[in-house]
């Protein structure tokens, strides 16, 4: 299954989203900040980043998280948040932008799929064992 990285500051939330998606075998991670996510990220690339939207409007720019190869970055919003539409630079990169925890179903099958669709055009990364390693 993949890794699944969760960004936000409701922690309640987080670790509810993150028991949810380890139920259905995925990795999951929380990060409180876009900083933390990128440190996080950049030593193992998550296929799907999860990213509270009041984190990343205010930066203006899409959040340069690393993904694993056909990986996906998601916005959300929680109760009471903004519902105003996201900025053009945002729009672009995002798979979607869901109502958390509202939306929490949406989110596991939207995690399914990207992890499908990477698998089926060869897009995730994919170890090779060491006994299969080339030697020069």
Avoid: C, K, N, W
């Avoid at 440190?39 to 990343?56: D, G, H, K, T």
């Avoid at 929490?104 to 990477?118: D, I, P, Q, T, Y």
């Amino acid at each position: 299954m993949a890794t699944i990285l969760l960004v936000g500051t409701d922690v309640s939330l987080l670790e509810g989203l993150a028991q949810s998606l380890a139920a259905v075998g995925h990795t999951p991670q929380i990060a409180s900040t876009v900083a933390d996510a990128m440190e996080m990220a950049s030593v193992a690339a998550p296929l799907v980043a999860v990213v509270e939207r009041e984190l990343i409007v205010p930066l203006g720019d899409a959040p340069r998280i690393p993904l694993a190869r056909g990986g996906a970055i998601v916005v959300y919003r929680v109760e009471g948040g903004a519902e105003s539409p996201l900025p053009v630079a945002i729009q672009r990169i995002a798979l979607a932008d869901l109502h958390l925890p509202l939306e929490r179903h949406r989110l596991v099958a939207l995690v399914s799929s990207v992890e499908g669709r990477a698998r089926t055009t060869g897009r995730d990364r994919l170890s090779t064992p060491p006994e299969r390693h080339p030697t020069v």
